[in-house]
């Protein structure tokens, strides 16, 4: 009795540890790193409340309703706005607790399926992984969506197996709950929802269908009010936003974005580690399948469980994939579900007995290498999405006169710009209405409270002083569009003001314009 006690002391002792370190992982250099656009929009958007929100994403527009997103982590995010504060480090804090949380649920979830030694190493990839960490340390919904997919995917199997009537039902309900949780976070988790469901049809349990339904039943239940705002959200969508139909390259991009970092990192270091994560997902895959077609020569007592694994791994990427040769709808950080199973699946690999314990050993210095150079870029990124919005705010604040206005040529600095100095006065050249990054509707800007411009006349109006801030890269995407407004814009600045001096920040380019002619067209 005393040595079992003693087992379960080392490993809660282990566990607490393993959670300082992902913890550690995720709050390095958590507020020096800009929010970007998705980020500030998640906190303007939040900060005002659930009323706001509800009209600023159902309210119909052409095309659709104004936004595509529930509102649950929104609204948690509020919540904990109101109790930590506003700041960078604050917001990104709920994340971070999300994320360390998910890896204590990798713990339980792998020991469910598997066993205690494939948990702890899954537990460990799952809190190195600078994937994970990376969506551990941003103001947005999917470190919670990746904590209710492991919540979810362990009523399901505890479900599945409990042999209890009680608790059998009782389990069906928490699942159908925690399914609608998930929906309510990010609708793409339909997609491993489907996978999940799907193992019953491929395992062939059907005296489990009653308490499915019953799951589903709840689910749906719970999310049949935004069931009915769904069309409206696919619609736009479908009409107008910025997502392309993916190729078949889409798979070896998702396979370096799971084991290395969803950045665009220079080309030729993002070669060499796709190289070694191909050839790592290459050799575990041919392993595995050795495996199988030699079982009669050793017993592989965890084989189910690693399948089911590379089951929930695999195929919401592949329904996400040709769904989106229909509608596009393939974005890598909502397949973070899947990524996580393919941590368990790469847990069991090297922990369980597929591989041979010297191979195993020998495999995750590969693993650790991809982690090591998405951390780092992780860590250290300082160009879009996340250029240096807060550094740039601070120089205007420190030269700002009275009359001064920043103009933005688009939104994506506008947002970020705007949480790091709401008391600047502030505006920006809205995006081609229909195009696909004509994705910030006017219910979207009424509920912000900061209205696009149609053209840079109209922003600059009464203007004494205008610095205007623009990407580095948009002449040349404007160029290749065949879009003349950022041409035109230009013009006119330059007609009517003086250029007094150009900065460059990263990729972000600040220019002050002052000495205003006094006779000016204002309209567009």
């Given at each position: 009795?005393g040595?079992?006690?003693?087992?379960?002391?080392?490993?809660?002792?282990?566990?607490?540890?393993?959670?300082?370190?992902?913890?550690?992982?995720?709050?390095?250099?958590?507020?020096?790193?800009?929010?970007?656009?998705?980020?500030?929009?998640?906190?303007?958007?939040?900060?005002?409340?659930?009323?706001?929100?509800?009209?600023?994403?159902?309210?119909?527009v052409?095309?659709?309703?104004?936004d595509?997103?529930?509102?649950?982590?929104?609204?948690?995010?509020?919540?904990?706005m109101?109790?930590?504060?506003?700041?960078?480090?604050?917001?990104?804090?709920?994340?971070?607790?999300l994320?360390?949380?998910?890896?204590?649920?990798m713990?339980?979830?792998?020991?469910?399926?598997?066993?205690?030694?494939?948990?702890?190493?899954?537990?460990?990839?799952?809190?190195?992984?600078?994937?994970?960490?990376?969506?551990?340390?941003?103001?947005?919904?999917?470190a919670l969506?990746?904590?209710?997919?492991?919540?979810?995917?362990?009523?399901?199997?505890?479900?599945?197996?409990?042999?209890?009537?009680?608790?059998?039902?009782?389990y069906?309900?928490?699942?159908?709950?925690?399914?609608?949780?998930?929906?309510?976070?990010?609708?793409?988790?339909?997609?491993?929802?489907?996978?999940?469901?799907?193992?019953?049809?491929?395992?062939?349990?059907?005296?489990?269908?009653?308490?499915?339904?019953?799951?589903?039943?709840?689910?749906?239940?719970?999310?049949?009010?935004?069931?009915?705002?769904?069309?409206?959200?696919?619609?736009?969508?479908?009409?107008?936003?910025?997502?392309?139909?993916?190729?078949?390259?889409?798979?070896l991009?998702?396979?370096?974005s799971?084991?290395?970092?969803?950045?665009?990192?220079?080309?030729?270091?993002?070669?060499?580690?796709?190289?070694?994560?191909?050839?790592?997902?290459?050799?575990l895959?041919?392993f595995l399948?050795?495996?199988?077609?030699?079982?009669?020569?050793?017993?592989?007592?965890?084989?189910?469980g690693?399948?089911?694994?590379?089951?929930l791994?695999?195929?919401?990427?592949?329904?996400?994939?040709?769904?989106?040769?229909?509608?596009?709808?393939?974005?890598?950080?909502?397949?973070?579900?899947?990524?996580?199973?393919?941590?368990?699946f790469?847990?069991?690999?090297?922990?369980?007995e597929?591989?041979?314990?010297?191979?195993?050993?020998?495999?995750?210095?590969?693993?650790?290498?991809?982690?090591?150079?998405?951390?780092?870029?992780?860590?250290?990124?300082?160009?879009?999405?996340?250029?240096?919005?807060n550094?740039?705010?601070?120089?205007?604040?420190?030269q700002?006169?009275?009359?001064?206005?920043?103009?933005?040529?688009?939104?994506?600095?506008?947002?970020?710009?705007i949480?790091?100095?709401?008391?600047?006065?502030?505006?920006?050249?809205?995006?081609?209405?229909?195009?696909?990054?004509?994705?910030?509707?006017?219910?979207?800007q009424?509920t912000?409270?900061?209205?696009?411009?149609?053209?840079?006349?109209?922003a600059?109006h009464?203007?004494?002083?205008?610095?205007?801030?623009?990407?580095?890269?948009?002449?040349?995407?404007?160029?290749?569009?065949?879009?003349?407004?950022?041409?035109?814009?230009?013009?006119?600045?330059?007609?009517?003001?003086?250029?007094?001096?150009?900065?460059?920040?990263?990729?972000?380019?600040?220019?002050?314009?002052?000495?205003?002619?006094?006779?000016?067209?204002?309209?567009?």
């Amino acid at each position: 009795m005393g040595s079992i006690s003693h087992l379960r002391f080392r490993r809660w002792r282990g566990l607490v540890l393993l959670l300082l370190v992902a913890l550690a992982l995720r709050l390095i250099n958590l507020d020096e790193r800009p929010l970007w656009y998705d980020e500030a929009f998640a906190v303007l958007f939040a900060e005002k409340g659930l009323d706001a929100m509800l009209y600023g994403t159902l309210t119909p527009v052409a095309g659709g309703a104004a936004d595509i997103h529930p509102l649950l982590y929104y609204t948690t995010l509020n919540g904990w706005m109101g109790v930590i504060g506003k700041s960078a480090f604050a917001v990104r804090l709920w994340s971070v607790f999300l994320g360390v949380l998910t890896v204590a649920a990798m713990f339980t979830l792998a020991r469910k399926l598997i066993n205690v030694r494939v948990a702890w190493a899954a537990a460990i990839i799952a809190a190195l992984a600078a994937f994970h960490v990376q969506y551990s340390q941003e103001t947005r919904m999917y470190a919670l969506l990746g904590l209710l997919t492991l919540l979810t995917t362990y009523t399901f199997l505890k479900a599945s197996t409990d042999r209890y009537p009680s608790s059998y039902w009782r389990y069906w309900i928490i699942f159908g709950v925690l399914a609608a949780l998930m929906m309510y976070t990010q609708q793409l988790a339909a997609f491993y929802l489907i996978a999940i469901v799907g193992l019953l049809v491929v395992k062939r349990r059907w005296q489990l269908i009653p308490g499915l339904k019953v799951g589903i039943g709840v689910a749906l239940l719970i999310y049949s009010p935004w069931l009915l705002q769904l069309p409206g959200q696919l619609a736009k969508v479908g009409s107008y936003y910025w997502i392309e139909k993916p190729n078949i390259a889409a798979f070896l991009r998702t396979t370096f974005s799971f084991l290395v970092v969803n950045l665009d990192i220079p080309r030729q270091t993002f070669v060499w580690t796709l190289s070694i994560a191909v050839f790592l997902v290459t050799l575990l895959g041919a392993f595995l399948l050795f495996r199988l077609m030699n079982r009669h020569k050793g017993k592989l007592a965890t084989l189910s469980g690693g399948l089911t694994a590379l089951w929930l791994a695999v195929i919401p990427v592949l329904l996400m994939w040709l769904v989106s040769q229909v509608r596009p709808v393939y974005l890598e950080r909502a397949l973070l579900p899947s990524a996580l199973l393919l941590y368990l699946f790469i847990g069991w690999m090297l922990a369980g007995e597929v591989f041979p314990r010297v191979l195993s050993r020998l495999l995750v210095i590969p693993l650790c290498i991809l982690f090591s150079v998405g951390l780092y870029f992780q860590y250290t990124w300082s160009t879009f999405p996340n250029s240096p919005f807060n550094a740039v705010t601070q120089h205007i604040e420190s030269q700002w006169q009275s009359g001064d206005i920043i103009i933005h040529q688009n939104k994506l600095s506008a947002l970020p710009m705007i949480f790091y100095g709401s008391e600047l006065t502030q505006t920006y050249i809205g995006d081609p209405p229909g195009s696909p990054q004509d994705t910030l509707a006017l219910p979207t800007q009424e509920t912000l409270g900061w209205l696009a411009n149609e053209c840079v006349q109209e922003a600059a109006h009464g203007a004494t002083r205008i610095w205007w801030i623009e990407f580095e890269r948009v002449a040349t995407q404007a160029e290749a569009a065949g879009r003349s407004e950022y041409g035109q814009a230009l013009e006119w600045l330059n007609s009517y003001f003086t250029a007094i001096e150009t900065m460059t920040f990263n990729d972000l380019i600040l220019t002050l314009y002052a000495n205003p002619l006094p006779e000016r067209p204002s309209g567009c």
